[in-house]
Nanobody, 115 residues
Framework: QVQFVESGGGLVQPGGSLTLSCVAS????????MAWYRRAAGKQREWVAT???????KYADAVKGRFTISRDNVKSKMDLHLTSLTQDDTAVYYC?????????WGQGTQVTVSA
């Protein structure tokens, strides 16, 4: 069974930083492009960043220059380092393997940016 477990969220002040982690199971992690998504209250889930099998990365314009995605294929783990956070970054963050099939979403991890 494919499973994604996100962690690392929390309450952070504007301008602060946070690192989110995602551990995947049930897949050959190194064979998948991986991505982070987020969903703010009352909004649709949106794509945040992708890290490809080869290690190259791509970011949504809203987070470019502030967020950094990375992966550890040995641990089947992916991180998202968030910096210069604003209230617009408040959301539940999810990870997902990019595959021909849509896997079930994990529970996500809540990031709240507030003074």
């Amino acid at each position: 069974q494919v499973q994604f477990v996100e962690s690392g969220g929390g309450l952070v002040q504007p301008g602060g930083s946070l690192t989110l982690s995602c551990v995947a199971s049930g897949i050959i992690f190194s064979s998948y492009h991986m991505a982070w998504y987020r969903r703010a209250a009352g909004k649709q889930r949106e794509w945040v960043a992708t890290i490809y099998v080869g290690g190259s990365t791509k970011y949504a314009d809203a987070v470019k220059g502030r967020f950094t995605i990375s992966r550890d294929n040995v641990k089947s783990k992916m991180d998202l380092h968030l910096t210069s956070l604003t209230q617009d970054d408040t959301a539940v963050y999810y990870c997902m393997a990019l595959a021909g099939t849509q896997y079930d979403w994990g529970q996500g991890t809540q990031v709240t940016v507030s003074a």
